[in-house]
């Protein structure tokens, strides 16, 4: 049977056996065959898992060790300067290796043991309404490849380097793994799709690009901004506004490229009010009422 992965970019399609993946001009790893066929083999066990599966082992290779090595050391550093103490804390206890890039399926077993969710293996990027659906049940789609050695500071899409320090830290935390799961129970009530673009773009401005007021200081908080490095060292300069649903809900944004508008809260309090307020009230009407 042909499938074609639940992704939009790059295209990542099976056809009589055989997966495909394919990248853009502008993409770093664009050209590089060996990488290619690397991201095809992660693929294929992607779409190969059944459910309930363990997580797919895979055959990481030298050069993404040292990926996974450089990237992680450089965003330690900046971590210790510019990320949350929360987020600092429950990284903690994900007890990853420095040397090596880990195992989805650790990851997911040690998060499960924590807070009960679990990660479960994407091809690529996940349609809006399976991906936040699925958070309900607190299964986190995520990828497993690791981003193209040329450009270790930033990924134009999420790659196992962000789903696992930036999302796992978050999913480890029993106080952000309820608010995933918020999410998901929100998109599932949902039948508008501007709703659940809605959601979406909360979510974008919350989770992924968050900054949070720390004792004086922006701190970052969302899993985006937390694996890019280059975002990271410049995230101040950016137009920083306060939370507001009404203005999110009209700003636009590139989930491949450096944001120029980002929402703080006042404290992870905040956040945690700002988010549960929303997701709790939030109905197929909502877009139209803001
Ligand atoms: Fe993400």
């Known amino acids: 049977m042909d499938r074609v992965a639940k992704s939009y ?7 009589d056996g055989k997966t495909t993946v394919t990248l853009s001009e502008d993409h770093p790893g ?26 797919p082992y895979i055959m990481y290779s030298e050069e993404d060790d040292a990926t996974w090595q450089l990237v992680t050391t450089s965003l330690s550093k900046l971590h210790k300067q510019y990320a949350a103490a929360e987020y600092l804390a429950h990284f903690d206890a994900l007890n ?37 659906g699925e958070l309900a049940n607190r299964t986190f789609n995520a990828t497993q490849y690791i981003r193209h050695p040329s450009q270790p500071r930033f990924s134009p899409e999420p790659d196992m380097i962000h789903e696992i320090i930036g999302h796992g830290a978050h999913l480890a935390n029993e106080r952000w793994a309820r608010m995933y799961e918020l999410v998901g129970k929100a998109v599932l009530r949902l039948s508008n799709p501007k709703a659940v673009q ?22 970052v908080w969302g899993a985006s ?53 929303f997701l709790t009230m939030i109905d197929d009407d909502t877009p139209d009422a803001i």
């Open 9 to 15: 970019a790059p295209l990542i399609e099976e056809r």
């Open 96 to 132: 990853l290796p420095s040397d090596r890039a880990p195992q989805l399926r650790d990851v997911s077993d040690t998060i499960g043991e924590l807070t009960g969710f679990k990660m479960t293996p994407a091809a690529g990027i996940v349609g809006t309404t399976t991906f936040y």
């Open 198 to 219: 809605l959601v979406s773009r909360v979510f974008w401005f919350s989770m992924e690009c968050g900054v949070v007021e720390e004792k004086g200081e922006l701190k």
């Open 30 to 55: 664009f050209g590089d065959r060996r990488y290619i066929e690397h991201r095809e083999r992660i693929a294929a066990a992607a779409l190969h898992a059944r459910t309930g599966d363990p997580v």
């Open 225 to 277: 901004l937390l694996t890019s490095a280059g975002e990271m060292a410049q995230f101040r300069n950016v137009d920083i506004r306060e939370l507001d649903l009404a203005g999110m809900a009209k700003q636009g944004y590139e989930p491949d490229a450096y944001q120029p508008v980002l929402y703080k809260a006042r404290s992870l309090g905040h956040f945690e009010d700002f988010l549960e307020d």
